[in-house]
């Protein structure tokens, strides 16, 4: 099965850039889509199809994908920025849709 | 606007059984794909099942393989899922989810719903 590794929790200054990866193998060759979940919400989308922004998400949101490592880049970091982040692709018809475990940033 | 607004979500005793409910509007409901998707309290995301448009292809998880079934109403909007031979294992928020297109592969999950919370415990 497909598996998704992100890294727990990551720290980030305000104002500074914060960066959130997913890895999986070979998962360049795949469209990877990350998600927002702050507490008590639901999620929402921030980009797709590795790094296109749905509207209303700030350009500070981008996103790359290489490899083996899929990252979400927050420029200029808020406090309002503190969320479960995940990232997501199509494993495979086994798998289907596979979700990254979450990465919980903190703005301090 | 897009707006999902799921219902259903109880206290229930292992072995029972569940009908979830998800009301959509803001959109054609029957141009898109929709899904379920389930959340452990305090835990990550799984997707569960999906449904096509026209409702003639459901796809599970392995996970609700055989308990659940994925269904909807495009004379009401609705997508249902019913939930048979509950576990423990299956507590969470279940979402409604809109997905970007007609899609059975590869799309992205475009629309929330803010979650309905199963609690299956004697």
């Known amino acids: 099965s497909y598996v998704l590794t992100q890294t727990p929790s990551v720290s980030v200054a305000p104002g500074q850039t914060a960066r959130i990866t997913c890895g999986g193998n070979n998962i360049g060759s795949k469209s990877v889509h990350w998600y927002r979940q702050k507490p008590g919400q639901a999620p929402v989308l921030v980009v797709y199809?590795?790094?296109d922004r749905p509207s209303g998400i700030p350009e500070r949101f981008s996103g790359s994908n290489s490899g083996n490592t899929a990252t979400l880049t927050i420029s200029r970091a808020e406090a309002g920025d503190e969320a479960d982040y995940y990232c997501q692709v199509w494993g495979s018809s086994s798998d289907h849709w596979v979700f990254g475990g979450g990465t919980m940033l903190s703005v301090l | 606007e897009v707006n999902l607004v799921e219902s259903g979500g109880v206290v229930i005793q292992p072995g029972g059984s569940l009908r979830l409910s998800c009301a959509a509007s803001g959109f054609t409901f029957d141009d898109y794909t929709m899904h379920w998707v389930r959340q452990p309290p305090g835990k990550g995301l799984e997707w569960v099942s999906l449904?096509?448009?026209?409702?003639?292809?459901?796809i599970y998880s392995d996970s609700v393989q055989g308990r659940f079934t994925i269904s909807r109403d495009n004379s009401k909007d609705s997508l249902y899922l019913q939930m048979d031979g509950l576990s423990t294992g299956d507590t969470a928020f279940y979402y409604c989810v809109k997905d970007s297109g007609r899609c059975t592969t590869g799309c992205t999950f475009d629309s929330w719903g803010q979650g309905t919370l199963v609690t299956v415990s004697s």
């Open positions: 449904i096509t448009w026209d409702g003639g292809s459901t």
């Open positions: 199809n590795d790094r």
